[in-house]
């Protein structure tokens, strides 16, 4: 992903708009935006179901173990008898509890999608109002709640100075051992290095990553090869339809641009 740093603002002479083709946009600086006049916009309704429905897939992929699941099949075919000691155990997913940090977009659409799952959920994020908790039938609790009592934690968050490295050894200490850690959102809420360690020493049961603090991760990232990780290339936006829905959006935005009207979303500064 292309930082647009000072430099290269500065250097720009007739740009009038920046959209982000995307959610996040911590790529952007702001303040160089800011100063220069050029209003930055993103586009963070294209793929919010494929986001949830890939959290989702990663949840299902810890519960149910289905990766390793294929290096059990593959050794009880050489060996020609069946051996599932490497798969147990393995709980039913109704009646486990799913931690969702960060109810947006995203973060709600999981929970909704999940609801007949039977778990119970707790849900932090405070700066859900009061009408949307209603409207959702939730209540929220802290962080510390949703860490020490979760069987599958999934974030959902936007990346700022707040949610930076939120995943860490002090917070990866607070979680049971029977749980699983699912990240959709950005690489660098979770310290890798802190997470590696934890898996290693299965001070967790396993984590599903998709996105990383470079992209796309060196050959020496530390989740790789560790058994208990779940790595996706950082596709969960992903699908034909998001693909072309944000194009149309991208082009909404221009058209609005030139004929007058603000952005639907502009960039803000992070906390």
């Not at 982000?20 to 209003?39: C, F, Q, S, T, W």
């Not at 990866?172 to 749980?179: G, I």
Request: charged letters at 25%; glycine letters at 6%; aromatic letters at 8%.
């Amino acid at each position: 992903m292309v930082k647009i740093t000072p430099k290269i603002v500065a250097a720009w002479k007739k740009t009038r708009l920046v959209i982000r083709h995307g959610v996040g946009y911590d790529n952007l600086d702001l303040d160089a935006l800011e100063k220069a006049g050029i209003p930055p916009c993103y586009i963070p309704d294209y793929c919010a179901e494929e986001v949830a429905e890939q959290a989702i897939a990663l949840i299902l992929a810890c519960g149910r173990r289905v990766v390793s699941s294929r290096k059990v099949l593959d050794d009880s075919s050489a060996r020609g008898l069946w051996d599932f000691n490497p798969m147990i155990p393995v709980f039913r997913m109704g009646g486990q509890t799913l931690g969702i940090i960060g109810c947006g977009r995203i973060g709600s659409l999981v929970y909704q999608k999940l609801r007949s799952f039977g778990f119970r959920f707790l849900i932090c994020d405070p700066y859900l109002t009061e009408e949307r908790k209603r409207e959702l039938e939730i209540e929220t609790v802290p962080k510390e709640t949703v860490l020490r009592e979760s069987d599958f934690i999934t974030i959902h968050t936007p990346l700022t100075s707040e949610t930076r490295h939120i995943v860490n050894r002090e917070t990866l200490a607070m979680m049971k051992p029977t749980a699983y850690l699912v990240n959709t959102a950005r690489g660098p809420m979770v310290d890798a290095d802190a997470l590696a360690h934890a898996l290693e020493r299965n001070t967790i049961a396993g984590a599903a990553i998709d996105v990383f603090d470079k992209e796309p991760p060196p050959p020496d990232y530390p989740l790789f090869g560790l058994p208990n990780a779940v790595l996706t290339p950082h596709l969960a936006w992903y699908s034909e339809d998001a693909a072309w829905t944000i194009r149309k959006l991208i082009v909404l935005e221009i058209d609005r641009f030139m004929a007058g009207q603000p952005p639907r979303y502009v960039a803000k500064k992070a906390i």
